[in-house]
């Protein structure tokens, strides 16, 4: 089993970008967590960018659903999942950052989100100063402050997180930054309700009652 990497190919609807009218053409490379990744490829619709706004984790959920999509194989359950990953935290957001990622094709966007964890899952990969840093592909065009609006700092998250990111063009922060697994980014969005970003793609039956972060925790380390 592996963990595919995105090849999104993001396409903007210049009308309502989180509506279902959104589309998405994907292509995946299949790689296990311990081999070296590959790039995201990301193309958007410049024309859209000034539509886009989020106002929470909710919503950016859905706008990052239908801006990079993952093809792979589910994991039947978070426990599972916890086994593949590298690192799985839980952790609050202290910062939402810009950067590029260097990819065969061209330069291609990310968001840099650093947790300070607050639960540590699987290995403690946090640093110095109790960070832990994931990437979320972007359309390049698409500022970051779309995705720091609506990730403050203090938003809730859980990580389970893939491969180490070694292509940034842009200052990396101190540590390993990681990919989020396909199922493996979660954001809390209100007091016992959580989303699973990409995951709500998938039915496995060991995620159809994970709906909070207690809910998962107790879903992931029943195992």
Known sequence: MSINRPMAAAFLCAAA??????GTTTSAQSHAPSEAHAAASVHAD?????????????????FIRATVHYDYE????PAVLRKQADVAVVGTVASVDSALQKTDAENTGVVLVSLKVEETWKRDAAGEAGLVTYVIPRPTNIDAGVYRDALPVGTRIALFGTHAVESLLTEKPVGVVYDPAPQGLIFETGPGRAVNVWGEEAS?????????IAELRSATLSE
Do not use: F, I, Y
Request: glycine content about 6%; charged content about 15%.
């Open 46 to 62: 410049n024309h859209a960018a000034a539509s886009v706004h989020a106002d929470n984790p909710a919503e950016l959920a859905d």
């Open 204 to 212: 496995a039956t060991g995620w159809r009652n994970v709906h909070s």
């Open 17 to 22: 970008l989180l509506t279902a009218g959104c």
């Open 74 to 77: 589910p994991v039947k359950s």
